[in-house]
T-cell receptor, first 117, second 115 residues
């Protein structure tokens, strides 16, 4: 079974400060890891993913995430937060070797990011 | 433009009145699925389809039906909606049949309220 934990329901950060949204995962094999963002009244937009290779993944809108296998984490980061980054962020995982079937992406419960002007 | 299109975006209906939420993608993706999003629960998969005429249950299939008669369309059917099906619904598609780390493309979401 695979699972994802986003330990913070809400993260508040001042504009211009660095931000981190935390994610830890559990899979039996090796993971595919994703971050999605949901702006108010909108669908989910893909930010970035880790498949293999470099542990530091760069994505859209200046976001990046670091895959840490020993800590089973995939935290989302941005060096300087913008008010427009305020949204709901979802981490998701899929076991690389789960094979055919549901393409089951397991999502975390989401973290609401508020960037304060 | 590559997109997943859902309709309706907003719907208020009454208990027991059958409804269908349509989903269409223009990317020729084999894999499509439906999720529901509820506060504090994240996204949970309802049904998925690996190709035309191939569908299967996700984590929360009770009270829903789907069909996949054409590659581009994957409608979600609520035969007898109940208030616990009030939720935000997302359709999604993925290239291939779901074996890899391909990115999921989501629709804009359909807000459904059952009274």
């Amino acid at each position: 079974a695979q699972s994802v934990a986003q330990p913070e329901d809400q993260v508040n950060v001042a504009e211009g400060n660095p931000l981190t949204v935390k994610c830890t995962y559990s899979v039996s094999g090796n993971p595919y890891l994703f971050w999605y963002v949901q702006y108010p009244n909108r669908g989910l937009q893909f930010l970035l993913k880790y498949i293999t290779g470099d542990n530091l993944v760069k994505g859209s809108y200046g976001f990046e995430a670091e895959f840490n296998k020993s800590q089973t984490s995939f935290h989302l980061k941005k060096p300087s937060a913008l008010v427009s980054d305020s949204a709901l962020y979802f981490c998701a995982v899929r076991d690389k070797y789960s094979g055919a079937g549901s393409y089951q992406l397991t999502f975390g419960k989401g973290t609401k990011l508020s960037v304060i002007p | 433009e590559a997109q997943v299109t859902q309709n309706p975006r907003y719907l208020i209906t009454v208990t027991g009145k059958k409804l269908t939420v349509t989903c269409s993608q223009n990317m020729n993706h084999e894999y499509m699925s439906w999720y529901r999003q509820d506060p504090g629960l994240g996204l949970r998969q309802i049904y998925y389809s690996m190709n035309v005429e191939v569908t299967d249950k996700g984590d929360v299939p009770e009270g829903y039906k789907v069909s996949r008669k054409e590659k581009r369309n994957f409608p979600l059917i609520l035969e007898s909606p109940s208030p616990n099906q009030t939720s935000l619904y997302f359709c999604a598609s993925v290239p291939g049949q779901g074996y890899s780390g391909n990115t999921i493309y989501f629709g804009e979401g359909s807000w459904l309220t059952v009274v």
